[in-house]
């Protein structure tokens, strides 16, 4: 079992940057795959970024593709989402996500055993 913990959210200008990070327990974290997904209000939690065991493979909404960059750091249990050219429409709450057993589709909330509490990312215009 493994608890995830999202940190670095919070207000920020259209255009500016954010970076959020996932904090991973447990000793087996290079075992997971990892997610990141987003729900506005009144909207369906959506697919962000996907990141392999290794990082060998990396996949982005087309929304963020070119803005937003996934990373993990297996040594420190971490993985990372670094927003850049932030616009209004990625207001959401942020949560990363853990998929223990792979041959899930990677897009969809099901594919994934653990989740994080979320973290509120607001970007005014």
């Known amino acids: 079992q493994v608890q995830l913990v999202e940190s670095g959210g919070g207000l920020v200008q259209a255009g500016g940057s954010l970076r959020l990070s996932c904090a991973a327990s447990g000793r087996t974290f290079s075992s997971y795959s990892m997610g990141w997904f987003r729900q506005a209000p009144g909207k369906e939690r959506e697919f962000v970024s996907y990141?392999?065991?290794?990082?060998?493979?990396?996949y982005y909404a087309d929304s963020v593709k070119g803005r937003f960059t996934i990373s993990r750091d297996n040594a420190k249990n971490m993985v990372y989402l670094q927003m850049n050219s932030l616009k209004p429409e990625d207001t959401a709450v942020y949560y990363c996500a853990a998929d223990s057993h792979a041959g899930g589709n990677v897009y969809y909330t099901t594919a994934y055993d653990y989740w994080g509490q979320g973290i509120q990312v607001t970007v005014s215009s």
């Open positions: 990141i392999s065991r290794s990082a060998g493979n990396t």
